[in-house]
């Protein structure tokens, strides 16, 4: 089945520097890769999506960029503000794993500091 | 989008008891899947329920231990089995509309066994 890799597990910023979040996945079949944010104590948040037919989409100070050939997608975050402090995942779907059965990653905790 | 209730929102229970979660959508959704988020971790899927159907478990879930009902396309039902305190995680329920879109997530219970 689908795999799914993030890297790194805790990521300090200072407010205004960039954050990057990188994933890797292992079924070449998979077509959507979401990321979501988890504030503590709520529940995930989609922030950005993106599918297999799109290499770079953005959303403000939000992008992600996919690579299918190398099976990576990264997570962009420009400008960071304390309040992007959260848990990120990244998921993937689709293919031999089904119709939306996401596989998260382990999670990325962003803190910002002011 | 879809507005989902997911009730209890936590409780602690004695061990070898069991707790169903309930999870209301607002609308008809195709499918609704069960996740589990143990203390500091990412998401793992426990099931997928099925409208009219037996549930499809993934691996290491089985249904003796995480009874699924999915009655109709807006409600579905986790039991937790013979807890143990291992079994001490937040059970999201999870709906997506069509394929390739953006899953939402209920807002989790958190269970708790002393």
């Known amino acids: 089945g689908e795999n799914v890799e993030q890297h790194p597990s805790t990521l300090s910023v200072q407010e205004g520097d960039s954050a990057v979040i990188k994933c890797t996945y292992s079924?070449?079949?998979?077509?959507?890769f979401p990321w979501y944010k988890q504030e503590l104590g709520k529940r995930p948040q989609l922030i950005i999506d993106?599918?297999?037919?799109?290499g770079e989409k953005k959303d403000q100070r939000i992008a992600v960029t996919l690579n299918k050939t190398a099976k990576h997608f990264s997570l962009h975050i420009t400008e960071t503000q304390p309040e992007d402090s959260a848990v990120y995942f990244c998921?993937?779907?689709?293919?031999?794993?089904?119709?939306?059965?996401?596989?998260f990653g382990t999670g990325t905790r962003l803190l910002v500091s002011p | 989008s879809a507005v989902i209730s997911q009730k209890p929102s936590r409780d602690i229970c004695q061990r070898g008891t069991s707790l169903t979660i309930q999870c209301q959508v607002d609308?008809?959704?195709?499918?609704m899947f069960w996740y589990r988020q143990q203390p500091g971790q990412s998401l793992t899927l426990i099931a997928t329920?099925?409208?009219?159907?037996?549930?499809?478990?993934e691996s290491g879930f089985v249904i003796d231990k995480f009874p699924i009902s999915r009655p109709n396309l807006t409600f579905s039902t986790l039991t937790v089995s013979n807890m143990s305190p291992e079994d001490s995680s937040i059970y999201l329920c999870?709906?997506?509309?069509?394929?390739?879109?953006?899953?939402?997530f209920g807002q989790g219970t958190r269970l708790t066994v002393v």
């Open positions: 999870s709906v997506a509309t069509r394929r390739d879109t953006e899953a939402f």
């Open positions: 079924d070449s079949a998979s077509n959507y």
């Open positions: 993106i599918r297999s037919n799109v």
């Open positions: 998921a993937a779907s689709g293919g031999n794993t089904g119709f939306q059965k996401l596989v």
């Open positions: 609308s008809q959704v195709t499918m």
């Open positions: 329920a099925n409208q009219g159907s037996e549930a499809t478990y």
